[in-house]
């Protein structure tokens, strides 16, 4: 899945926006989060142990809305076109941006829903025919790659096949740091920023896909 520089980029830019967007949810949300589903599974969990209802609700909605989330960046992706990519970007910037303008006017609730759907929906960035993509928005999995491809390394393996996923994590830790820093600056209205960036890697991508299409457009007219 990342087997190129520029998917390698798109990711670990994809991943630091996540880790923008769940570190002002996080605080706001006083423990939750916005794009990190077993850590909200682990408090619906302990909550519903605890009989404490109103925690678990809120720990299912929020889980709830991220698979629905998901399911429509799938949707996206597995039609036709080759801006689908593209396509999925400007769908979460749209989210972005309705969840910053509902920050502003005080709407919390309505401003949290909208950045899990986009947290979601971006999981599906690199989902193709069917697979089950690169997760972009949690980096349990990515951690755990690392771990694997260090001992592929140590056994005479490629020497450098886990710094790519490395590289993730270290893009959601940086996102997550800005994300607070912003959040303790303007609250929920720091969204704005994330929505600009997804507005803008929805732009790039698009326009890779096209200069794919004309390099591939060219050599068969050759």
């Not at 916005?34 to 009989?51: E, K, P």
């Not at 909605?61 to 990519?85: D, E, W």
């Not at 959040?183 to 732009?203: N, R």
């Not at 326009?207 to 007219?221: E, F, I, M, Y």
């Amino acid at each position: 899945m990342l087997n190129s520089p520029g998917r390698v980029a798109l990711a670990c830019a994809l991943s630091a926006l996540a880790g923008y967007i769940d570190g002002i949810g996080f605080i706001h949300l006083g423990g939750l989060f916005v794009s990190f589903m077993s850590g909200n599974s682990t408090r619906l969990g302990v909550s519903a142990a605890d009989a404490d209802w109103p925690g678990a609700l809120e720990a299912l909605v929020l889980i709830v809305l991220f698979v629905i989330g998901a399911s429509a960046g799938s949707l996206i992706v597995l039609g036709r076109g080759i801006y689908r990519q593209a396509l999925l970007l400007l769908v979460e910037a749209a989210l972005l941006m309705a969840a910053a303008l509902c920050g502003g006017q005080g709407l919390a609730a309505p401003a949290i829903a909208a950045m899990v759907l986009a947290m979601g929906l971006e999981n599906a960035a690199f989902q193709i025919d069917g697979g089950g993509g690169l997760g972009l928005t949690y980096v349990t999995g990515a951690l755990v790659k690392v771990g694997q491809t260090v001992a592929v390394a140590l056994r005479g393996g490629p020497r450098w096949s886990w710094l790519p996923n490395l590289l993730l994590w270290l893009a959601l830790v940086a996102g997550s740091t800005v994300g607070a820093v912003a959040y303790h600056w303007i609250g929920l209205e720091a969204v704005w920023f994330g929505a600009a960036a997804a507005l803008a890697l929805s732009a790039i991508v698009a326009v890779r896909a096209r200069a794919r299409v004309t390099a591939l457009t060219a050599r068969t007219s050759a």
